[in-house]
């Protein structure tokens, strides 16, 4: 029995390092968590161009540990050195089992979603954006249950569908698959995510009808499904989501209208629903969204009037109603919304005029109007958006004089003196407005002064109006030499005669013929001053040429308003504008012209209807009669007058298309036997060829 006892132990003994033996064994053959991790940081090769000292890895580029050194975040947003290439899919995902974020967003993957990746059981933040990735969406995401960010934008060869079991992350916030290249219908299964706030699907090739399940995610903020192939209406549940901010449905081929419950979403401040194929009216309902910033759409087949209720949203930024079947007048109510930057109502069907009030929407950048039914004139208050950038009145029936812009940022095509036109022309398409003549230049200076620009003109010239009516008290008659007409004695003056007015009362009839410089009147801005159509007292219609106020100031402008009338006074030719006199008030200066009623040259060749009337002996005709008043200048005259800027800006015609040389501002006299030179100032190209050295 001693001996059968011994056996036991023995056999006991044996067994027990057997089994410490294969515990060992075990134990050399499954490394710990952290050695896990290690090895599978090595065999990634993300960092073999950094370190392989694994034991310094809570330090490398991009990783974070908790305190156990366990890493838990990977984010190589902030390691952009760090080439991960196709070797993401030789990370061992299941050793990471504390990973909470794994970041790659902009690094080159050049490869497939691997389907381990639902292995990171922790995984709450998974950003793969831009990272040109391949292949179809692995269903093993659904696997991802404690995610709450996910972001795979921008791969645009992804392929393949949305995967359904995406609806299992139901702690996602953010999900965002815009711009991957996705194709076929949004799963339903997607209404489970009701802790989801942002919906980003845009930019794919996503078809079929919105699911009315998208309906059940109360805490959707922010939906974005915009630039696909969408069909059908809007479900009426997408309604019901209150808590939306931003709604972007636009680029899809959605039906059917709008519905007046869109008056529920009380906190929207961008709703986009343009480039869609929706009829109907606007509705009124549409005016309850008090927070809204943005409302776009446009390029529907939307009918009915623009509701007047819309002036109501005061913190509307951009308006675009353009591209519809919307009939009925621009509401005044619009005028209230004093936040505007942008509006486009272009290509309706609206009728009346252009509110006025337009012009106290300070803050515009982008007005477009373009091809309605428009009629009457074009508000002078336009002319005050300072910040105007762009402006699109074309194709309608506006008529009447078009008002100066020179305060507004309107880009000018230069052509040296002065200027051809806006690009691209804002009142195309309208054949009875008055030709356009440019604005002025616009310094910084004066653009970034909020001072109304008729105040700039005006105050001053009414303040030196009334101390010049003390100073005709003390002076005597302005005269010019070598001039003999004499004053017919008048209450006014009589304007039709030339150079023996008293500056007071010139001034009084010409305030008088103008209405105080009204736009109106105003039939063109040049370089130094705007042009006015006045009728004097006498009947005569006249042209009047006032400088700015502040050239008016400037010494050399004075003495280049001395040199024109210098000139124009000795010049008689049938082919040269004619001066009826001039007006030297104070500082107020005019020169009046003859009126020419078809305008400048180059007018006349830029409208289609007059350029047709310019048959060849007519052009014929005013190259004759330029070349005849250049002769004259040159060879009749005595010095010789050179004029340095024959352009067709600066060629005016009168009813029968005869041509006259204008614009004498930089005339010079020219002595022959003179070594003397001038700097040239007048339009490159067409100066005169004696004075291009």
Known sequence: MASSLTISVILGVLWAAILLSFATTVTAAYPSPLESEAIALLESRWWSNHSSNTSQR????????????????????????????????????????????????????????????GDLSALKYLDLSSCGLSGELPPSLGKLTQLEFLDISYNDNINGSIPPQLGNLENLVTLNLSQCGIVGRIPSALGQLTSLQSLILSGNQINGSIPLEIGYLRNLTFLGLYNNRLVDSIPITLYQLTNLEILYLDNNQ????????????????????????????????????????SLYLSQNKLTGSIPSC????????????GSNLLK????????????????????????????????????????????????????????????????????????????????????????????????????????????????????????????????????????????????????SRFKLKNNHVSVQPTKNGDLCSIWDYDGKIAYEDIVAATEDFDFRYCIGVGGYGSVY???????????????????????????????????????????????????????????????????????????????????????????????????????????????????????????????????????????????????????YGYVAPVLEW
């Open 58 to 117: 809570c330090q490398w580029p991009g990783i974070t540990c908790n305190t156990a050194e366990s890493i838990t975040k990977i984010n190589l947003s902030d390691a952009p050195n760090i080439e991960v290439g196709d070797r993401f899919g030789k990370l061992n995902f299941s050793s990471f089992p504390n990973l909470v974020l794994l970041d790659l967003s902009d690094h080159q993957i050049r490869g497939k979603i691997p389907h381990q990746i």
């Open 254 to 293: 959605l039906q059917g209208s709008i519905p007046s419950c869109v008056g529920s979403l009380s906190k929207m401040q961008d709703l986009s629903l343009g480039s869609n194929l929706l009829k109907g009216p606007i509705p009124q309902e549409i005016c309850n969204l008090a927070n809204l910033t």
């Open 310 to 321: 819309i002036g109501s949203l005061s913190k509307m930024l951009d308006l675009s109603l």
């Open 328 to 475: 009925g007048p621009i509401p005044q109510e619009i005028c209230n919304l004093a936040n505007l930057t942008f509006l486009d109502l272009s290509q309706n069907k609206l009728t009346g005029s252009i509110p006025s009030c337009i012009g106290s929407l300070s803050k515009m950048l982008d007005l477009s109007l373009g091809s309605n039914l428009l009629k009457g004139s074009i508000p002078k208050e336009i002319g005050k958006l300072f910040d105007l950038s762009n402006l699109n009145l074309s194709f309608n029936q506006l008529s009447g004089p078009i008002p100066i812009l020179s305060a507004t940022h309107l880009y000018i095509v230069d052509a040296g003196n002065g200027c051809e036109k806006i690009f691209p022309d804002p009142f195309e398409g309208n054949s009875d407005l008055s030709p356009y003549m440019c604005p002025t230049p616009v310094t910084e200076k004066a653009n970034s002064s909020r001072i109304p620009y008729y105040i700039k003109i005006f105050l001053p010239i009414a303040i030196l109006f009334t101390f010049s009516i003390l100073g005709c008290l003390l002076c």
């Open 533 to 683: 159509k006045a009728k004097l007292p006498c009947g005569k219609v006249v042209a009047l040429k006032k400088l700015h106020h502040l050239e008016a100031e400037n010494p050399t402008f004075d003495k280049s308003f001395r040199n024109e009338i210098k000139f124009l006074s000795e010049i008689r030719h049938r082919n040269i504008v004619k001066l009826h006199g001039f007006c030297l008030h104070r500082r107020s200066m005019f020169l009046i012209y003859e009126y020419m009623e078809k305008g400048s040259l180059f007018c006349n060749l830029r409208d289609e209807v007059n350029a047709v009337d310019m048959d060849w002996t007519k052009r014929v005709e005013i190259i004759k009669g330029i070349a005849h008043a250049l002769s004259y200048l040159h060879h009749d005259c005595c010095p010789p007058i050179v004029h340095r800027d024959i352009s067709s800006n600066n060629v005016l015609l009168n009813s029968s298309f005869e041509a006259f040389v204008a614009d004498f501002g930089t005339a010079r006299m020219l002595d022959l036997d003179s070594s003397n030179k001038t700097i040239i100032v007048g339009t």
